[in-house]
């Protein structure tokens, strides 16, 4: 396969097309599907999801919660720093990415939201390890004092809205520092209108990390490496696209979250059930193992997950229904609107 330029990822987008707050209810959302066999387009509304799926089709959800990871606070010496934490490492212990206006080197002390002493005790790569003091444990001191931890291209400060709004209606398991934002756009209502359509759902667990608000720095796709980020799945699930496959069902994966969990417990053969890290990097020319369709939003310019849509549906394909979305004034990114692609290889 021919070497790929991040470049080739690029596209056009007005700022203004850019969601800075969800839509009410969750399942007003528009949603373009794509057929990645033919490139055919139509524009839709989520509402009408389960008319696009058939009975006995299986959804994979991502059932992941996200934390109240994001703390504001200042250096020992008083310059301002803002902690987005990674993932939490024991009760007192957590990795954290940090804005400083001077990164701060090992045994700096940080005071965070007026009531949180922590110390900073190494650093790996963009992430830092953090000590947090007292008898509290992080969890709870995230909790009591975090605040969401919004996407930097929604410009505006969390509000009490987000605390319910940049979570699924399923989210069950803390870890997460994103949204599997594909899942934003169900509600109660629309998981029992498919349960009725005999769609089936099962759950998978991928924390989402700071990693994904990363950029993309290198010029060659081949050069780039992905953060790891934590995942589960269950021998329920495995079971469950198991017997999906066996009565002629077909599997969605709601998020590329979803997606790269299942290519990760498929990466050494069949579907195996379990628990890992995964920094697995899908771009095009990828063979997909588990999915047939996947749900997912928009994704930002030269964005890894721009490129496994890319690998999924299309590169091709993707990129001009990215075009006909932005003509038809579709909403972008995490509180926009949703995409429903079909697989484009057999």
């Known amino acids: 396969m021919r070497a790929m330029k991040v470049e080739e990822f690029d596209y056009a987008l007005p700022r203004t097309l850019i969601a800075q ?6 399942s007003a959302s528009r949603m373009l599907y794509l057929d990645g066999k033919n490139g ?29 990871a994001r703390l504001f ?3 020992e010496s008083g310059g301002k720093v803002e902690v987005l934490v990674e993932r939490v490492l024991d009760d007192h212990q957590a990795l954290a990415a940090m804005r400083a206006s001077h990164a701060p080197k090992p045994g700096s002390r940080l005071r965070l939201a007026d009531a949180i002493a922590a110390t900073v005790l190494d650093r790996d790569g963009e992430f830092y390890r953090l000590r947090f003091a007292g008898e509290a444990s992080v969890w709870d001191l995230l909790d009591r004092f975090g605040s969401v931890p919004l996407p930097p291209y929604i410009e505006r400060p969390a509000q009490a809205l987000d605390e319910k709004r940049y ?20 509600d109660e209502a629309m998981l029992e209108a498919l349960g009725e359509a005999g769609i089936a759902t ?8 700071a990693g994904t608000f990363q950029p993309v ?3 060659e796709v081949a050069d780039h490496r992905m953060h790891k980020e934590r995942y589960q799945v269950s021998e329920a699930t495995v079971a469950a ?4 496959r066996k009565r002629g069902g077909r599997v969605t994966a709601v998020g590329t979250t979803a997606m790269r969990a299942l290519e990760a417990a498929a990466s050494r053969g069949g579907l195996v059930a379990g628990a890992g890290e995964t920094d697995l990097f899908i771009t095009p020319g990828y063979r ?16 890894t997950l721009l490129m496994l849509v890319c690998a999924f549906g299309g590169k091709e394909n993707v990129q001009r229904a990215y075009r006909h979305a932005v003509q038809a004034r579709y909403r972008f990114f995490s509180y926009g609107d949703a995409m429903l692609i079909e697989r484009q290889q057999p």
């Open 288 to 303: 997909f193992r588990v999915v047939e369709r996947l749900l997912t939003n928009f994704h930002l310019p030269r964005s």
């Open 241 to 244: 696209i198991e017997e999906t």
């Open 21 to 26: 707050h969800p839509v009410e209810p969750r």
């Open 167 to 186: 979570q699924t209606v399923y989210a069950r398991e803390p870890g997460a520092v994103a949204a599997p934002t594909a899942g934003l756009h169900f």
């Open 217 to 219: 720095r290198v010029e």
């Open 40 to 68: 055919a387009l139509r524009d839709a509304t989520f509402s009408g999801l389960p008319g696009f799926l058939a009975r006995g089709d299986l959804l994979v959800l991502n059932d992941t919660r996200v934390i109240k």
């Open 202 to 209: 099962a759950t998978i667990t991928l924390h989402v990390g």
């Open 73 to 75: 606070g200042h250096k």
